[in-house]
């Protein structure tokens, strides 16, 4: 009865005896009968050494009857061992001796991002090395804004000095092989225009590109003066992007706490949007170019339709300070924000709250984020004059990776989002440690939020049926929008 169910055992008594013919005891004479798995061995083996290894698996549930939970097992220790590993920080580069204000990256070097500073100071930086490849010398005030061509081949900047320089070639120190810092590069030509300038960005196709300030001017590399220029009432534009699907559009924010949309086709202005709150930065999804996401005065980023203006797609909250920039990934899945609470933190395009939270010790307010064009890494600029270097997944392993560990690596990840909604693995892949002073903060934040909620349920109560409306907070931030 102890015996395997498919071994199958006989049992019975012989008389035996010797071959000389003396009896003896009666014996025991066990016969068992194994039943043997057997297939020709044409089925599994490789005919040639490069073919692929055939496996044999049966995928009966019945016969697997833990396999939920061993994932559920594996899944648990995955999330537990991404915190364990996550180190986002690689380094600091300092070099700046004033809060660097502005930063810009060029489409044909992966490694290789400018800086601006508010000191005047442009330097190019090789983000592998993390030093100072070039400087470029010149402006007598706060620089505040950096381009690049689509080529790669010219360096615009503008600052509060009322110039605009462009830099030809900037990338000629990159590909020197001298590790010393490059000798002081000397602008193409030098603009001088007739108000401050806060921003800049290049056209995706043509030799053309757009500063704001006072007014929206459009830029020929071989003209002194502006070719166009854009006006929508007398506040100060604060920055301008163009879009990459449309290169005639461009999207500008201004300290009248409008979003206005231009088209370089046209001699007026498209649409304009006015929140309640001004917007300090923008940046078009590359993917969707119809879509862009606005850095927002209070604490919040809205990503908006260009062709629905009326209310914003998503909020995207977790920051308790202004949002100063922010940057699309080049996948468009995702986006980097830098605010003025001293944190950087990682959105999905279609989140409502962070997925990562970076932040340092040393790290004083953060005026500028950029990632770099593989989607690997990001740079932030902050007020301690710094320059650092993150990255974007931060338990991620750098360095060669075997297939072997990229396929664990990939299974683990599919096993952690298929049970990402059970409690205990969700409380751990969510949980991340603040400084106390933004924690407190936050919570107060949250507090205040809670409070308003109340009122205005409390008003609606009290109120006529009907006459109080229940507004979506993705509406409750817009005022009006005008063409």
Known sequence: KTLAPRLHLRIHRASAAYPCGVPCHA????TMRVKVISRSTDDFTRERSQDLQKVFRNYDPALRSQEKAVEYTRALNAAKLEKIFARPFIGAMDGHIDAVSCMAKNSNYVKAMFSGSMDGDIRLWDIAARKTVCQFPGHQGAVRGLATST?????????????????????RKMMDSNDAIGDASQPSAVYTWKHAFWGVDHQWDRNVFATVGA?????????????????????????????????????????DRS???????????????????????????????????????????????ARKLNEAKVVHKGHVSAVMDVDYNPTGREFVTGSYDRTVRIFNYNGDHSREIYHTKRMQRVFCVKYTYDGTYL????????????????????????????KKQEYLDAVKARYNHLP???????????????????????????????KEERRRAHSAPGSRTMQPFRKRRLITEVE
């Open 379 to 406: 740079v932030s600029g902050s007020d301690d004059t710094n320059l650092r270097l993150w990255k974007s997944k931060a338990s991620e392993q750098l360095g060669v990776i075997l297939p072997r560990e990229r």
């Open 151 to 171: 080529d790669g081949d010219l360096l615009v900047s503008c600052g509060v000095d009322c110039t605009v320089r462009l830099w030809k070639d900037p990338m």
């Open 27 to 30: 014996a025991l004479a066990v």
């Open 424 to 454: 205990e693995i969700r409380r751990i892949d969510k949980h991340r440690h603040l400084p106390k002073p933004i924690y407190k903060a936050g919570k107060i934040r949250r507090a205040m939020i809670d409070a308003e909620s109340r």
């Open 259 to 305: 979003l206005t949309l231009f088209d370089l086709r046209m001699s007026s202005p498209a649409r304009k949007l006015i929140m309640k709150t001004r917007c300090n930065s923008l940046c078009w999804n590359p993917r969707e170019p119809m879509n862009f996401t606005a850095a927002n005065e209070d604490t919040n980023c809205y990503s908006f339709d």
């Open 215 to 255: 007014q929206v001017d459009i830029w020929d590399h071989n003209r002194s003066e502006p070719i166009n220029t854009f006006e929508w009432g007398k506040d100060t534009v604060l920055s301008v992007r163009f879009n990459p699907g449309e290169p005639d559009v461009l999207l500008t924010s201004s300290s």
